[in-house]
């Protein structure tokens, strides 16, 4: 194991362990059940170190509690399919969360950035006008 | 005939919003617009954006932007750090300023896999005590600068090897941080999010 460490000042250090730990996904086995993740994106944690994950081809946001390696899709649909409507999201890129877990979303093919409240079962247009689904006229 | 709606360059649309940083103080939300080589904020209730930083189409000037990806909002100086994807550098640009000034990688927007270059940076993260902190894609890593410093090193991955075992990444898009400053990186070909303990 290779050891680095950077003495910010004399209280503190700053080194981590270059071997990781998966916390989230099936290395090398993409999908959408619930402990797999399709090219995952935006991070989000809370200070009880929930982590939320922008799971981008699978067009969900997926939750996982400390130390679960099973998540719980919180945005967009578990099956990853997605629609034209305020239940789906397509392809979300990024997450920042507020204080009470409601959840922004950017969208970077919805074209859109949306909140989904806690336990919500869709969100809400924060910023943007639309996906770029072709829709024919 | 297929034609596209909803997408576009006005100051409500997007095209292809990357990544999202919310100032928890105010509800401020800034957006970095990949596709229209912007930075847009938008302040809680108001869905029309203000132009905060790029607009001037993609290229490598000081006025530009070239693919934004993530950015980081530094209240102390009022100014965004950016990932500035096809530049290959890492940019600070204060609000109401209409040039940016280089944190980290190359002035000439040349990529490399040396300590101070980056290959399509996508992710940054800043400590509180202004380390900086990214996920260089292409070199398959993640890198820390002490602050103020143009020279990183590597603390998770191995530069230009790209796999899925305990050490290494595959093509990092994203990193993050709890409370102890333990760091995760959603490692995204790997389709799995790594988590590097702090000790």
Redesign the interface.
Known sequence: MRV?S?F?DEN?T?????????????????GNASN??????????T?E?T?Y??D?YNNRVQKYLRGSLNGTTVAGQANATTCVSYQCLLYP????L??NENL??????G???VLWKKDAIFGE????????????? | MGILLGWGNGTNQFRYPYNIFRDKQSGTLYVSDNGNDRVMRFTEGNNTGVLVAGGNGPGNNTNQLNYPMAIYFESLSNSFIIANRYAHNIVRWRIGDSNWTLVAGNLNASSGNSPSSFSNPYGLAVDSMGNLYVADRSNTRVQFFLAGQIEGRTIAGITGVFGSNSTLLNQPYEIAFDNQLNLYVADSYGNRVQKFLRY
């Open positions: 680095n950077f910010v503190v700053l080194r981590w362990n270059t071997t990781g730990i998966t916390v989230a996904g099936t290395p090398n086995a993409f797999q993740l399709y090219n995952p994106w935006g991070l989000a944690l200070s170190n982590l994950v922008a981008r890129s990024s997450l920042a507020d204080d922004f979303i950017s969208e970077e093919r074209h859109r950035v247009l924060v910023a943007g006008t639309g996906t770029d689904f072709v829709v024919y006229v």
